[in-house]
Antibody, heavy 119, light 106 residues
């Protein structure tokens, strides 16, 4: 299981920080990447980025705010940081597990957490 | 790579055969996944690699296609299938999703 946690309200220009806790399996598994995907209200899904157990990261171009994804294998967690957020970053943020190798797919998702960027 | 789904929404009745299409802006071989999302819930993987059913997904769901054109078919729509469906290319990063197709009650 994956569970997102973090503030539901962030002010513009501040930093959005979310954590995904993984249970029932190890984030250190060699078989998976761990990713963040978001969904603005009423819109489609946007891939933010993935991280592997060794800290290797892949980021998508859809997020304009500076993005950092990190992993903490000791806590079985990975995290997302978006700096200098704007109202356009308001979305439901999902963490998900992606299988390494082809054919890759996001096979397990967290329930998602709504983050609103507003003063 | 851009992913375009059609239609954006459709109305159907229980028992109907429903087909949703997804087109990629360039060839993605067979690296195409489908997800189902119900209101307030996380997306759920239905089909990967165009036609492979994820474990636990009913056999009324099927996928087909190759290259740039793909489809998801529900052979006999059930009440629990009213949802939004997204395609996603898994050929190359950035992973891109279609804009979604909402299946509504007619």
């Amino acid at each position: 299981q994956l569970q997102e946690s973090g503030p539901g309200l962030v002010k513009p220009s501040e930093t959005l920080s979310l954590t995904c806790s993984v249970s029932g399996g190890s984030i250190s598994s060699s078989d998976y990447f761990w990713g963040w995907i978001r969904q603005p209200p009423g819109k489609g899904l946007e891939w933010i980025g993935d991280i592997y157990r060794d800290g290797s990261t892949y980021y998508g171009p859809s997020v304009k705010s500076p993005v950092t994804i990190s992993v903490d294998t000791s806590k079985n967690q990975f995290s997302l940081r978006l700096s200098s957020v704007t109202p356009a970053d308001t979305a439901v943020y999902y963490c998900a597990r992606r299988l390494l190798g082809a054919p890759t797919r996001f096979d397990y998702w967290g329930r998602g957490t709504l983050v609103t960027v507003s003063s | 790579i851009q992913m375009t789904q059609s239609p954006s929404s459709l109305s159907a009745s229980v028992g109907d055969r429903v087909t949703i299409t997804c087109r990629a802006s360039q060839s993605i071989n067979n690296f195409l996944n489908w997800y189902q999302q119900k209101p307030g819930e996380a997306p759920k993987l239905l089909i990967y690699a165009t036609s492979r059913l994820q474990s636990g997904v009913p056999s009324r769901f099927s996928g087909s296609g190759s290259g740039t054109d793909f489809s998801l078919t529900i052979s006999s729509l059930q009440p629990e299938d009213f949802a939004t469906y997204f395609c996603q290319q898994s050929y190359i990063t950035p992973w891109v999703f279609g804009q979604g197709t909402k299946v509504e009650v007619e």
